[in-house]
């Protein structure tokens, strides 16, 4: 597999850190442009942590009932459980789109419901989010689409344009740079999306059903691309129903019936 971003010498300390600690893992994710802006808070603040986390859409019964588990910092996730279960409610509540009916969320060092809305754009922007349905900005081409966090980050287009044209090499979008989302396949606009989502490599990653658009090959192709940024630091969340893609040794959080059980680096939850 070729180098998927160029490499630099204008690494911060962070990132030569985590490239030192995953030096033989992590050749295809380049750190050139971690900005500072977006991603300054030390590692160890990126961990999740939910306690007797209970969520009800208005007077519905509870979809989500007393979940109590911790995400390290650094950890890769996977959350299973059939349609319905309550799998994207989850990381709707992580990625701070709602608020738990009851329990509590930390979330970078921070209780969730201490949090102002003003607050939350800032956070927002240390998480990378692929949702089901992509939110690509349709007169924004596929290039344009994936620098736009680099761009709201006043990165600079010359430090970030071939960062950029590797990414989209990599997830095979390399010749539709140009082409406008709504031409896109869907498969074509989840890649975009998940392009958009790493490009800054963010503290924490959250994918709601990332390759249920893809065929088997490009799935596993996206959940190494997902590993890889996992093993440079960003905590990883995945929501999948397609459980053949996940690694054996992998974490798993499985929801039924409101209940969330699994196993998170070796400590059993629920
Ligand atoms: P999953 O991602 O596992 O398929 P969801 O979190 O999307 O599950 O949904 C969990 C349950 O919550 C489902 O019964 C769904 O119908 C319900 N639900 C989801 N969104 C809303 C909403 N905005 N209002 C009311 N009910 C909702």
Redesign the pocket.
């Known amino acids: 597999m070729k180098r998927m971003w160029r490499s630099s010498e204008k690494m911060s300390r962070v990132n030569i850190k985590r490239q030192n600690e995953h030096k033989n893992t992590g050749q295809h994710i380049s750190k050139t442009h971690k900005n500072p802006n977006i991603n300054s808070s030390p590692e160890s603040d990126a961990n999740i942590h939910f306690e007797r986390v209970g969520f009800r859409?208005?007077r519905?019964g509870e979809?989500l009932s007393d979940v109590s588990f911790s995400l390290p910092p650094g950890s890769m996730t996977f959350i299973i459980?059939?349609?319905?279960?309550?799998?994207?409610?989850?990381?709707?509540l992580i990625y701070l789109h709602m608020r738990q009916s009851r329990g509590h969320i930390t979330l970078f060092g921070r209780d969730t419901s201490q949090i102002e809305r003003k607050e939350i754009p800032a956070l927002k922007r240390r998480m990378g989010i692929v949702l089901q349905d992509f939110r690509l900005i349709d007169h924004l081409n596929v290039y344009e689409n994936v620098a736009l966090p680099l761009r709201v980050a006043r990165s600079k287009r010359e430090d970030y344009r071939e960062d950029v044209l590797g990414l989209l090499k990599w997830v095979g979008l390399g010749s539709r740079a140009h082409a406008l989302p709504p031409t896109l396949s869907g498969g074509e606009k989840q890649r975009a999306a998940i392009a958009r989502a790493v490009i800054t490599k963010p503290d924490i990653l959250i994918a709601?059903?990332p390759t249920g658009n893809v065929d088997a090959d490009m799935g596993r192709r996206l959940i190494r691309l997902f590993s890889e940024l996992n093993r440079l630091g960003t905590t990883t969340i995945i929501?999948t129903h397609n459980t053949a893609l996940i690694p054996e040794d992998a974490n798993m959080l499985s929801?039924e019936h409101g209940q969330v059980k699994g196993n998170i680096n070796g400590e059993q939850i629920g």
Request: hydrophobic share 30%.
């Open positions: 859409y208005g519905e979809i459980g059939p349609s319905g279960a309550g799998k994207s409610t989850l990381l709707k709601d059903e929501a929801i």
